[in-house]
């Protein structure tokens, strides 16, 4: 998928539930979720996975991340969060940044499980 079809590309134009930007990297708050903390984390240029970025954006990527964890779990009053980058439905590279709370806790259980069972299913086959 190119830029023009992207649909981040296009939140990330728009700006409009933007919290942070610097110059590789914005952070926004979703629109159509409603998750005190839930935080998305977006590379402002278009790739689609890590190998992709460029030795800078690379380097910035650890101290913004964990930056806006801390935040997470501030507005959220918890001590846990997890990230989440998979990239499927939306080929540009981006992280869920997910609270976990007591209100959210079994779903963020049954993620974790649905992605512990597809791994198993591949664990120890022949190659």
């Not at 998928?1 to 110059?23: P, Q, T, V, W």
Request: with cysteine; aromatic share 10%.
């Amino acid at each position: 998928m190119d830029e023009n079809g992207c649909l981040i590309c296009k939140l990330n134009k728009s700006g409009k539930y933007r919290i942070y930007a610097d110059s590789f990297w914005v952070v926004d708050i979703p629109f159509d979720i409603n998750l005190d903390g839930l935080l998305f984390l977006k590379s402002k240029r278009h790739v689609e996975s890590l190998d992709e970025l460029n030795k800078k954006e690379r380097n910035s990527l650890g101290e913004v991340l964990a930056e806006f964890c801390k935040l997470s779990k501030k507005i959220a009053s918890t001590n846990k969060v997890i990230t989440m980058n998979l990239g499927f439905k939306d080929p540009h590279l981006h992280f869920w940044i997910v609270p976990v709370t007591n209100s959210n806790r079994e779903y963020v259980k049954k993620i974790s499980l649905a992605v512990k069972r597809m791994a198993d299913g591949f664990r120890n086959r022949p190659t």
